[in-house]
């Protein structure tokens, strides 16, 4: 009796563990294959819910049903004018036919490393076609200037193809190549550019030189400007000098005319005034003329000596 019960219990436990293997479920994210020894068997399972397998004999291989991101290595590629340029790319694609995709690459880390060989021998003929200047400009629009001394700086070169073109180009060669794998890559684009450090020093040197011509453009315009500011005011300070010396010279005029006109009328007064005319006037002479070193000699009929003598 206990090795009927035993014998029921086994295989009860087989049973339940046969019936879990023959059972799989997908979410959304997710999409299938399902191997008989390493050989799929039936087509690829793509909607989400439960599935059957035959169970201990058949395998489930997953493959993400979302897109799926590649990220290149840098590297150095030349261009067709021999620029030397670092070139940094990714992409995005997608699992199209899982069944396709485990015959010819199994899973997904082979998936990246054929999309390695395949995105970046297309990026390096796509750059060793185009020119530099292709690759980093997109469009032939005419740049906008917001200063006057940019005016005179060259024209910007017109380009015949341009960066989003060439990265089309690369997109659709590598989808060609890619149309039997199982995949599609959605978006490829270029995610850094830099010349290599030679190309680097020349242009820096390019825009060092462009600054300091406009540099010395300013330096040129200022020192005019401060040559025509001087002379302004050099004229300027003559003209309000002049006009002051006139001005002066007319006041000073005007008052030795009203002075001579007073004086006349003091004078022409009496002979008391005319006396102290002579006599003031006389004084103004001394003050004018000596100083307390000076030693004069007078006549004896000399007004002055006359007024010494008489103010004894």
């Not at 997904?108 to 060793?128: F, K, P, V, W, Y």
């Not at 380009?159 to 690369?170: F, H, K, Q, T, Y």
């Not at 540099?215 to 001087?230: H, K, T, W, Y």
């Not at 030693?295 to 007004?303: A, F, G, M, N, R």
């Amino acid at each position: 009796m206990k090795t009927k019960y035993t014998a029921i219990i086994i295989v009860s436990v087989v049973a339940l563990i046969a019936a879990f293997q023959s059972v799989f479920i997908l979410d959304e994210t997710q999409q299938a294959i399902v191997t008989q020894f390493g050989r799929p068997v039936g087509g690829p399972r793509i909607e989400p819910g439960v599935n059957f397998k035959t169970p201990f004999i058949h395998k489930v291989q997953y493959f993400d049903k979302r897109f799926l991101k590649w990220d290149g290595d840098p590297n150095q590629i030349p261009t067709q004018d021999k620029r030397f340029m670092h070139v940094d790319t990714y992409a995005r694609w997608e699992i199209t036919d899982p069944l396709q995709f485990f015959i010819r690459l199994r899973d997904e880390r082979s998936g990246q490393s054929r999309l390695d060989d395949i995105l970046d021998g297309e990026t390096r003929n796509a750059i060793a076609s185009h020119e530099l200047i292709d690759l980093v400009r997109s469009t032939n629009r005419e740049p906008e200037v917001y200063d006057d001394y940019l005016e005179d700086i060259e024209i910007l070169e017109e380009i015949s193809v341009g960066r989003a073109d060439i990265e089309a180009l690369v997109l659709k060669k590598a989808n060609e190549r890619t149309a039997d794998l199982g995949i599609r890559i959605l978006d490829f684009r270029f995610k850094r550019m830099n010349y290599v450090q030679e190309v680097r020093e020349r242009v820096f040197d390019r825009m060092i030189s462009e600054r300091n011509r406009i540099a010395d453009q300013f330096r040129s315009e200022g020192e005019g400007e401060a040559r025509r500011i001087e002379g302004a005011k050099e004229r300027d300070l003559a003209q309000i000098q002049s006009e002051a010396f006139r001005e002066a010279e007319i006041i000073r005029g005007r008052a030795d005319a009203e002075a001579t006109s007073i004086y006349a009328a003091a004078y022409n007064r009496n002979n008391i005034s005319r006396e102290l005319y002579s006599f003031l006037r006389s004084m103004e002479t001394l003050e004018k003329s000596f100083d307390g070193q000076t030693s004069i000699i007078l006549s004896t009929d000399s007004e002055l000596l006359k007024y010494l003598k008489s103010s004894d």
